[in-house]
């Protein structure tokens, strides 16, 4: 076990606080004033708020029941993942599409081991949309929301805009 008070490294991926929460660890920035290194992240529950915490407080070991633990435990198997898919919605269709997607995104907001998402309409093809979802795991995704009754849900309010029926992908 290293000293703990040595800062441990901390980059991009998923970490669980000692206590149990878990957060997705975004940034390392530099307070504009002290130059202090400081950790951006953003918690994954309730309302997923952005927080900073100096890096030195953030990794390092805290006592708890009498032993030393990491404040923040990186989550090497969870390290997120990225859905893309396509969305071809039928021409003409899209202001009902808009809409039932803002009722839609509601739904996915609350999944297990959802994290973001983000929607974007093609300049060149009004009826071509970028759907970004970003996931603790592809688990998370597969197992979790897709048989989930939301998901149902889900399927009811979007999937009939569709043709041709979109790929999803998976990015790390």
């Known amino acids: 076990m290293s000293d703990q008070n040595e800062p441990a490294l901390v980059s ?6 000692y206590k149990g ?3 997705q660890v975004l940034e390392i920035a530099k ?5 202090e290194e400081l950790v951006i992240y953003r918690a ?5 708020g952005l927080w900073a915490r100096p890096l030195v407080m953030f990794s390092e070991s805290i ?17 997120g993942v ?11 269709k899209e202001p009902d599409f808009e809409e039932a997607f803002a009722e839609a995104e509601k739904i996915i907001q609350a999944a297990d081991g959802y994290i973001s ?15 970004l979802v970003e996931w603790q795991s592809i688990e998370h995704h597969q197992q979790g929301f897709r048989q989930s009754t939301a998901y149902q849900q889900w399927k009811r309010l ?12 998976y990015f790390r």
Do not use: C, M, N, W
Request: charged share 25%; no cysteine; proline share 5%.
């Open 31 to 35: 307070h504009s004033e002290t130059e």
């Open 158 to 169: 979007l999937h009939h805009f569709y043709e041709p029926f979109p790929e999803v992908h």
């Open 44 to 48: 994954l529950y309730g309302a997923k």
């Open 117 to 131: 998402h983000r929607l974007k309409q093609a300049v060149e093809t009004s009826s071509k949309y970028l759907l």
């Open 82 to 92: 990225l859905e893309l898919a396509v969305l071809d919605v039928i021409a003409g």
């Open 12 to 17: 991009k991926g998923l970490y669980q606080h």
């Open 21 to 23: 929460p878990l957060y």
């Open 63 to 79: 006592e708890s029941d009498g032993q030393f633990v990491p404040r923040f435990k990186r989550l090497e198997s969870q390290t």
